[in-house]
């Protein structure tokens, strides 16, 4: 009870000594309050980001591998993957044929650039996506409106489409998209369906697709000089070890690549870009850790000579205590806990105005960025508890190391000095 009601009293003179010079504590307390805020809005923003790259992992497909001539990260020279030999259709039927493990592999060429009509209203830059019927098997199948095409009208090479996302919105701002009629390269095609929104602020192109049987997209734009990109479902993110490495050993038979070369293909996968997002991740940390050192050693010296001048002002106050028996321990940590209690409050101070930030910065995006609002969508409208725990554990160590010097000061004066001060 003793140390509970001494703890009791440090507390309560530490808050007096802050409300009797609110301007003096609030400038003491300053450099914390940027640190702490800064730490919080990265921590924030790296929320955001970890929401972005969940949502394009979903893109991708946790248990999906993509064989591509092309790195998607952009991790290898686009020199060397220019030249190497396109992936044929070929090859992709034979890795089907073979693949025991894998659930699904599906084969897709890519036309670039594609112009889609409606009436009056055009859309340019999309990707035409030739894939069979399978393909409705993959993230790219989950249709907010009307069905996939089956496998009866891709061997008919049925002109039958699905529409990305951002195609529908674009031609069809009313929805009712399906059974309308398209013109697509001087051809007509019937829309069946309409892909459920899957792009992200980094991955929007996603929603510029249009997907029309394989056999259709051979008949029309051919397949002679155009490299395949193939999918393989591994139906489990348990089995994805096991489909990768019968996947590469596959393809390497399959394209006759010798034991001591590399592969001369690629594989995609979210494992890929995992590593990539770290890279960013540490960027920022290390922006982030950067300024906001150099804010905490402000804030520190701040408090510490703030400390100091209140241990100087309080000599007397502090020859009485120990004349009267006061421990040491009761003096320095009656400083400490003035220290700790500025820092805390500036930490208060930083989430209560960061969490009105991050509430304005979203209301702004969304009235005056109507176009870009959606990126809001991924960063919370509030400041986890993770995040209000982290910033007042920190603040609280901050405040320790700032009046740890002047504390000890003030615990080792000697009473009969202390008492003669002015």
């Not at 800064?38 to 921590?43: A, E, F, N, S, T």
């Not at 889609?116 to 055009?122: D, G, L, R, Y």
């Not at 259709?216 to 000089?225: A, L």
């Amino acid at each position: 009870m003793k140390i509970l009601f001494e703890i009791f009293e440090n507390l309560k003179m530490s808050f007096e000594s802050i409300i009797a010079s609110p301007l003096r504590s609030f400038l003491a307390s300053l450099g914390v309050m940027v640190g702490i805020s800064i730490v919080i809005l990265m921590g924030w923003l790296l929320d955001g980001l970890d929401n972005s790259f969940q949502k394009t992992f979903e893109i991708i497909g946790a248990d999906m591998i993509y064989v591509d001539k092309w790195d998607w990260t952009g991790g290898k020279s686009w020199k060397l993957l220019r030249n190497r030999k396109n992936l044929t259709l070929e090859q992709a039927l034979k890795l089907k044929e073979n693949h025991t493990s894998a659930e699904r592999v599906i084969p897709n060429f890519n036309q670039w650039g594609g112009t889609v009509q409606f009436e009056k209203e055009t859309i340019e830059g999309i990707s035409v996506v030739g894939a069979p019927s399978e393909n409705q098997h993959t993230p790219a199948g989950d249709l907010i409106e009307g069905r996939y095409y089956t496998e009866f009208e891709d061997n008919q090479a049925e002109q039958v489409l699905v529409i990305g996302y951002n195609v529908y919105k674009a031609l069809f701002p009313n929805g009712k998209a399906v059974g309308e009629i398209v013109k697509m390269n001087n051809r007509k095609y019937e829309i069946i369906g309409v892909v459920r929104k899957r792009g992200t602020f980094m991955f929007d192109f996603i929603d510029n697709q249009v997907f029309i049987p394989i056999n259709n997209f051979i008949k029309v734009y051919g397949n002679k000089s155009r490299s395949v990109n193939i999918g393989v479902k591994a139906g489990s993110k348990e089995k994805l070890d096991e489909v990768r490495t019968e996947t590469i050993g596959l393809m390497r038979t399959i394209r006759n690549v010798k034991p001591e070369a590399e592969n001369d293909f690629s594989i995609n996968e979210t494992k890929v870009f995992e590593e990539s997002i770290a890279k960013i991740r540490s960027i920022i940390w290390l922006a982030g850790i950067g300024l906001t050192m150099l804010s905490f050693v402000v804030g520190i010296i701040g408090i510490m000579n703030i400390m100091f001048v209140s241990v100087t002002e309080r000599t007397k106050e502090i020859g009485i205590r120990k004349s009267m028996g006061a421990k040491k321990r009761s003096i320095w940590s009656q400083f400490l806990f003035e220290s700790s209690a500025l820092t805390f409050g500036g930490a208060l101070i930083s989430i209560v105005v960061c969490s009105g930030l991050i509430y304005v910065a979203r209301i702004a995006v969304i009235k005056f960025f109507p176009d870009i609002s959606e990126v809001v969508e991924y960063f919370p409208p509030y400041l986890s508890l993770q995040l209000v725990i982290i910033a007042s554990s920190v603040s609280i160590v901050l405040g320790i190391f700032a009046g740890l010097i002047p504390a000890i000061r003030a615990s080792n004066l000697d009473p009969v000095n202390a008492l003669r001060a002015d």
